[in-house]
C-alpha cells in the first residue's frame, strides 16, 4: 500500500486498555494497522465504519466491526469504558462522532481523540473537554495531536453536527433538487468535474454503433451523475460506492426513476460487482494524483476492465493534471482525451 499509516491512529491504538471499547474508522483508517490490536479476555472491541473497504479489512482480521454510516442506535447508550476516534475532515461527522461518544461512555469513560493540525484537533480537544466537563490540552507528537477525555457530567448542550444523520433536500440547480447529506464528499454542491462529464454526455453516447442500455456509475456520491445518465435510455443502471452516507443517498436519488432496473451496491471500487456494463461513468477520488496513491487507481481501472462488455466504453473525468492515459495503458487498447476544460479532462476507455 502506499503511504505510512495514520500516526494518530497509531498513537490512539497504543492507548486502548481494559474494558469494553468502541472505535470509529472512517477514511483516516484506509491503510491503518489493525493487526496492531491485541484483544484480551480483558478487552471487547466493536469497530464502526462508513467505508466498506475499511470495514472488510478490520473483519478479515477478526475485528467485529460494522459497516454503516456511523449509526449507532444499536448500541445501549453508557456501555463504553472508552471510544476512540481520530477526528474526520468534515466538522459536522467530527461533532456527530463525539456528540455520540458522550451519549455511549459510562460515567468516567474515556474519550480518546487524535488528528492533526490542520484537522482543527486543538478545537475539537477543546470542545469535547468542555462537553464532557473535563478541560483537557492535546499532546503534540510530531505532527499528531492525541488526547485523552474522560467523561465528568452526564447532561451538556450538544455539538452542532447540522443534523448529522438526515437526509435533507437541496436544490442544486433551477431543474435539480437531491437528497445528500454531510458526510458524503462534496454533499452539499454539483462537483464541477462530475457536471462537466454530464455535459459532454449526450456527445460520449453518440460514439455508440448502437445505444447502450446498461450503465454502471462507479463512485457515485449522492448519484449525481447516475441520476442525470438515467434519461438517454438506459435500461439497466447500477450506482456503486465505498460510503455508506453516499449509498443511503444515491438510493434515495434513484428510487424515482422509472422505467429502469436500478440497484444500489456497496462496493470498493466495483469489486463485488460481477455483470458487464455497455457504459461506465466515473469520477474517482484521484484528486491528490496517482503518486499519492497509486493503488487506487488500479483498483479502479483493474475493476473498469474487468466490468466493461466487450465493446463497451468507460468515460473517466480527472484533474487536468492526473496522468490517466498513462496509467491505462495496461488495460485497454483505446485510450482518447475527448474533452479539456483547463481544470478537468475527460478520458475515454475501450477494450
Same mark, same amino acid.
Given at each position: 500500500m502506499n503511504g505510512a499509516p495514520d500516526m494518530s491512529i497509531s498513537l490512539l491504538l497504543q492507548r486502548i486498555s481494559q474494558g469494553n471499547w468502541l472505535i470509529v474508522a472512517d477514511e483516516n483508517w484506509c491503510i491503518a494497522n489493525w493487526s496492531s490490536i491485541n484483544q484480551s479476555n480483558k478487552q471487547t472491541i466493536v469497530a464502526f465504519s462508513n467505508r466498506i473497504d475499511i470495514a472488510?479489512?478490520?473483519?478479515?482480521?477478526?475485528?467485529?466491526?460494522?459497516?454503516?454510516?456511523?449509526?449507532?442506535?444499536?448500541?445501549?447508550?453508557? @456501555?463504553?469504558?472508552? +471510544?476512540? &476516534?481520530?477526528?474526520?475532515?468534515?466538522r459536522a461527522t467530527s461533532h456527530h462522532i463525539i456528540n455520540s461518544a458522550f451519549a455511549l461512555l459510562k460515567p468516567q469513560g474515556t474519550l480518546l481523540l487524535g488528528g492533526e493540525k490542520n484537522d482543527g484537533i486543538k478545537t475539537y480537544v477543546k470542545q469535547a473537554g468542555q462537553l464532557f466537563g473535563n478541560p483537557v490540552n492535546a499532546e503534540k507528537n510530531g505532527k499528531a495531536y492525541i488526547a485523552s477525555i474522560q467523561l465528568s457530567q452526564t447532561q451538556a448542550e450538544?455539538?452542532?453536527?447540522?443534523?448529522?444523520?438526515?437526509?435533507?433536500?437541496?436544490q442544486l440547480s433551477d431543474n435539480l433538487n437531491v437528497q445528500s447529506k454531510p458526510g458524503i464528499f462534496g454533499?452539499?454542491?454539483?462537483?464541477?468535474? @462530475?457536471?462537466?462529464? +454530464?455535459? &459532454?454526455?449526450p456527445q460520449f453516447l453518440k460514439g455508440y454503433s448502437k445505444p447502450p442500455s446498461s450503465l454502471l456509475d462507479l463512485g457515485?456520491?449522492?448519484?449525481?451523475?447516475?441520476?442525470?445518465?438515467?434519461?438517454?435510455?438506459?435500461?439497466?443502471?447500477?450506482?456503486?460506492?465505498?460510503?455508506?452516507a453516499a449509498l443511503s443517498a444515491a438510493a434515495k436519488n434513484l428510487q424515482a426513476l422509472s422505467g429502469i432496473d436500478c440497484e444500489?451496491?456497496?462496493?470498493?471500487?466495483?469489486?463485488?460487482?460481477?455483470?458487464?456494463?455497455?457504459t461506465i461513468l466515473c469520477n474517482p477520488p484521484f484528486h491528490s494524483g496517482f503518486a499519492v496513491n497509486d493503488q487506487l487507481a488500479v483498483k479502479f481501472l483493474n475493476n473498469c476492465k474487468r466490468l466493461l462488455a466487450p465493446k463497451g466504453q468507460a468515460l473517466f473525468v480527472v484533474n487536468t493534471f492526473i496522468p490517466l492515459e498513462q496509467k491505462?495503458?495496461?488495460?485497454?487498447?483505446?485510450?482518447?482525451?475527448?474533452a479539456n476544460n483547463r481544470s478537468f479532462k475527460l478520458v475515454a476507455l475501450g477494450n
Open positions: 472488510n479489512a478490520a473483519q478479515s482480521l477478526g475485528i467485529d466491526c460494522r459497516f454503516n454510516d456511523f449509526d449507532f442506535s444499536s448500541l445501549q447508550p453508557q @456501555s463504553f469504558d472508552g +471510544v476512540l &476516534y481520530r477526528v474526520s475532515k468534515e450538544p455539538l452542532n453536527d447540522k443534523q448529522y444523520a438526515q437526509l435533507r433536500s437541496l454533499w452539499d454542491k454539483i462537483d464541477r468535474g @462530475s457536471a462537466f462529464l +454530464v455535459e &459532454y454526455l457515485c456520491g449522492y448519484g449525481y451523475i447516475a441520476f442525470c445518465a438515467s434519461q438517454y435510455g438506459f435500461k439497466r443502471l447500477v450506482a456503486t460506492d465505498n460510503n455508506a444500489v451496491v456497496a462496493t470498493d471500487a466495483g469489486d463485488q460487482i460481477d455483470e458487464p456494463f455497455d491505462a495503458k495496461p488495460y485497454f487498447n483505446r485510450i482518447e482525451v475527448l
